[in-house]
């Protein structure tokens, strides 16, 4: 089984982000407002969370996973977002809402 890492990116590995991104409507990011967090599969970033910075928390939008890691990478980047944000676990609609540990 791959080892599967899950870490919050600095915005030097922002540009990283937009490439997963491209297959997803050319999305780019905005450091000054998001943290994005990633999950790198055997050290490829298979997926991507972005998370909104706002005045009473973060708002994540959407998990963006690349095609050849679907089923591999999105809960375990929802579920690093969770562990370094407070607050409610994100439901990701389509999918069943994680336990927080």
């Not at 055997?42 to 890691?69: I, K």
């Amino acid at each position: 089984m791959p080892a599967t890492t899950v870490r919050e990116l600095t915005p030097a590995e922002f540009p990283l982000a937009e490439k997963v991104w491209t297959h997803y409507r050319n999305q780019k990011t905005d450091p000054e407002n998001e943290r994005i967090f990633g999950a790198f599969v055997d050290g490829v970033l298979a997926a991507t969370a972005r998370c909104t910075r706002h005045p009473d928390g973060l708002e994540m939008d959407c998990v963006f996973t690349l095609d050849a890691y679907k089923g591999q990478a999105a809960q375990p980047t929802r579920t690093g977002v969770c562990e370094a944000r407070p607050g409610p676990v994100p439901h990701i609609e389509g999918e069943e809402p994680p336990a927080r540990s």
